[in-house]
């Protein structure tokens, strides 16, 4: 008897570690942008947001944390900077953290972006990580908006195609960027929140033919869900100053067995336990 009680808790111990290295769990953190609520004159609403954030990613203790751009409103602004830098630092360090820039991270304007202050804050503007079952990229939306055919538009270009080139069709692969490619439809016009049709087909073919399973942005300050084929295209909303009709939050993807599960939700939303927040994002189905 007590040969196969101890069979029976081994095999149950067994079973859970597989499950859990089977389920990967990813917070999205897009747009705290500190400052722009008032507009520069204080912090006050960013800091309570994204330290909110914070707490509810170290009750859960996702995988990672990917911050996808615009974390500062003014990027000369050291202020906001290390405000930024000192609630992310509060996250516990077992949770891998990456970041790509927004535009209001580099300064971005037609045919211009300053990543000085990136660097130094931040420093590389592209990533490419194994989490768990996840194989994440982010990339920097910025050079293809605002400086698209420069030099580091086309290193960036032939570095994202040799990584997808690399990855396992049959896995998840997620990219990550600031700018949504589009919010609604593949073939809506462009204008601001968005990216032009040319430059939007040529990445549009590239994940389709690497197998990418979503691809994944903010920018717009507001939720929209949309695909091209089976691929879907996100884009979450801010976890500071909203500008559409969906609250300050986060978004959380749970990948687990081939599949992609995600929903958005404020941060006072969210569970006290990773078990509880994979349930129910997977009951979500967003």
């Known amino acids: ?19 859990t290295e089977d389920t990967t769990v990813i917070f999205q953190v897009s747009d705290p942008q500190m400052g722009f609520y008032t507009r520069n004159a204080d912090m006050v609403y960013e800091t309570e947001m994204f330290s909110k954030a914070a707490a509810a ?6 995988d990672a944390v990917i ?25 516990d ?3 891998r953290q990456f970041s790509i820039p927004g535009n209001h991270d580099v300064n971005g304007k037609n045919g211009s972006m300053d990543l000085t ?14 989490v768990g079952n996840v194989h994440l990229i982010g990339i920097d939306s910025n050079l293809y908006k605002y400086v698209e055919g420069s030099e580091a538009d086309i290193r960036q270009q032939e570095w994202l195609e040799n990584e997808l080139a ?9 990219v990550l960027a600031h700018h949504p490619f589009f919010l ?4 809506e016009d462009e204008e601001y929140f968005n990216i032009r049709t ?3 087909n040529y990445y549009r073919d590239l994940f389709r033919s690497t197998g990418v399973k979503a691809v994944v942005c903010g920018h717009k300050h507001d939720n929209y869900l949309a695909a091209d084929g089976d691929i879907p295209y996100i884009t979450t909303s801010a976890t500071g100053k909203p500008l559409g009709d969906a609250p300050s939050g986060v978004r959380v993807f749970v990948c687990e067995k081939g599949e992609i599960y995600h929903a958005y939700f404020t941060p006072e939303q969210i569970p006290l336990s990773r078990a509880e927040l994979i349930s129910l994002v997977k009951e979500s189905r967003q």
Not at 184 to 187: G, I, L, N, V
């Open 166 to 174: 690399d990855c396992d069709k049959d896995g998840i692969t997620i």
């Open 184 to 187: 609604k439809s593949a073939d």
């Open 1 to 19: 008897m007590k040969r196969n009680l101890k069979f029976a808790l081994a095999l149950m111990a067994l079973l859970t570690a597989c499950s």
């Open 117 to 130: 202050y990136w660097n130094r804050y931040m420093g590389e503007d592209k990533f490419s990580a194994e």
């Open 198 to 200: 040319e430059t939007r």
């Open 57 to 62: 990613i170290n009750a859960t203790m996702p």
């Open 93 to 95: 360090p077992a949770i």
């Open 67 to 91: 911050f996808t751009g615009d974390l500062v409103h003014d990027h000369k602004d050291s202020l906001q900077w290390l405000e930024f830098k000192r609630i992310a630092a509060t996250i």
